[in-house]
């Protein structure tokens, strides 16, 4: 469960920020990479190794889950201390190659060919694009009479003083990904309640902000007395509950990247080549 957000500020550009939620305490490494040719600034969760970031040319990205059962799950797969047999998030590996192109809209045609599952700001001073994509079934559920389909959209957001998005863990353009409304599960129906909830709250705090250095404060917020409907969730990983374990901003105009950590190490790591 993640909260991401984008605004379009006057002589600013877009700017994005996001409240990254997990169900462990993550290491996160804050990587300068030269690969290709081509130097990107990212996030790194040592465990898993998902990534978000942007690139020398202003290309930032931003992603939400819309399977978050899955998103859940992936600690699972992660030993102590040290990715289990090599296990790699296929959802960062592509947002890492995302990240080599120049344009938001070349990144866009590699995040759709490579079938990102989520809702994803895909950005830089002048543009911003969000993808909501996902699949028809489930993996396990596929079959010949039920396959699985990635399907997806596209949206340019207009370069307007003050025009934002907000997304969470349901989809807006397709509102058959995500967390559904009605489920008959309690489970998954206070889910949807909480991803609604959720982005009701960052909507409202977002839309008052007059400066990019006001965007992940807008996101800092526990309005509501039940702990889950925040944008900054606060809970007990123990207990296999989704805390926010950082805030990550995203400025293209200035070519910088911001982390907060609430509960995550921080390790910076420079000129990789990989």
């Known amino acids: 469960m ?5 605004k379009y500020f006057k002589n600013i550009g877009w700017v994005g920020a996001k409240n990254r939620d997990r169900n462990y305490q993550p290491k996160i490494n804050i990587v300068q990479s030269n690969r290709m040719g081509v130097q990107r600034l990212y996030i790194d969760d040592e465990l898993t190794r998902y ?7 202003g290309v930032c990205i931003l992603s939400a889950a819309l399977s978050v059962k899955d998103d859940e799950k992936e600690s699972e797969k992660i030993e102590p201390g ?3 047999n090599g296990y790699m998030s296929p959802d960062g590996k592509t947002i890492r190659d995302a990240l080599l192109l120049k344009s938001p809209s070349d990144a866009v045609k590699k995040i ?4 990102l599952s989520g809702s994803t700001f895909v950005f830089n ?3 911003c694009y969000i993808i909501e994509g996902g699949f028809t079934v489930k993996k396990a559920d596929a079959s010949k009479n039920r396959p699985r ?3 997806y959209t596209v949206k340019q957001l207009d370069a307007v003083d003050g025009n934002f998005a907000v997304r969470t863990n349901h989809g807006i353009q397709l509102p058959q990904l995500g967390y559904q409304p009605n489920s008959d599960d309690k489970e998954k129906a206070l889910s949807r309640k909480s991803s609604e909830i959720r982005r009701k709250y960052a909507h409202s705090n977002v839309a008052k902000c007059s400066d990019p250095t006001e965007m ?3 996101l800092a917020v526990f309005p509501d007395k039940n702990k889950f409907m925040n944008p900054i969730r606060l809970g007990d990983v123990s207990k296999g509950e989704m805390v926010t374990t950082g805030q990550l901003q995203l ?3 200035e070519k910088t990247m911001h982390y907060r950590p609430l509960y995550s190490h921080i390790e910076v790591k420079y000129n990789k080549i990989n």
Do not use: H, S, W
């Open 2 to 6: 993640c909260v991401i957000a984008v």
């Open 51 to 57: 990534t978000e970031g942007l690139n020398e040319f």
């Open 82 to 84: 040290q990715r289990k």
């Open 112 to 115: 759709i060919e490579k079938e």
């Open 125 to 127: 001073d002048k543009e």
């Open 149 to 151: 389909k990635y399907i």
């Open 216 to 218: 992940m404060n807008a």
């Open 251 to 253: 400025v293209p105009f």
